[in-house]
């Protein structure tokens, strides 16, 4: 079955369990709106959850509106350095970084001027990572609705709680904060690897009633 969902900076483990379930149709009609995952994620460092937060330009006009694949990234700061010497601190110790290290670090070294080009880019590397078939489907316009299939867009949200509790795995610091669900796909990558594509093979949707 299609799901409709927004391209997000390196999608969270409840959207990875339904990019591997499902069949993809990214959004790319919509307008942007802020605090949603489209340039936030989070990862797990030594002092537990932590934000890494891309730049934006705001242009949005008398409206305060501007399309999500008209949002430009502020490469006035040097936010890709500080987010993979952020990466490289959080998961150096982690069983799988090094192997994929040497492929993710070029997103976080060259630059990127539209947000969801870059966000596309990180979709199509963790796919690959984990096994997941990437999806090349876009929307040519913009639907309050999605005839198609389901609606999946509420995933990018992050200021709403997710019904969605996925199982424990190995993280490197779950020995100092307790296991922290949902984060970012990286770190699950970095802990599972080769085993992630299983992980997200036994996950639930109860987000999707599917």
Known sequence: MKVLLHPAYFPNIATVVTMEKHQIV????????????????????????????????????????????????????????????????????????????????????????????????????????????PSKEKTNSYQSGFNQGIDGRFLVNAKKELAFKNTPYFQVFEHRNGFTPNTCSLDLLFNEGTNALSYLKNQNLPFLNA
């Open 26 to 133: 990214w959004e790319t009609q919509d307008n942007y709106q802020k605090q949603t995952y489209r340039n936030r994620c989070h990862i797990c460092t030594d002092q537990g959850k932590h934000l890494l937060t891309i730049p934006i330009k705001h242009v949005g006009g008398s409206s305060g509106r501007q399309k999500y694949k008209d949002v430009k990234i502020d490469n006035s700061y040097r936010w890709q350095q500080q987010h993979w010497r952020t990466l490289e601190t959080a998961y150096r110790t982690s069983a799988f970084f090094e192997f994929y290290e040497d492929e993710l670090e070029p997103l976080f070294a060259k630059r990127y001027e539209f947000l969801m080009d870059f966000n596309l880019e990180s979709i199509e590397f963790i796919s690959e990572a984990l096994g997941i078939m």
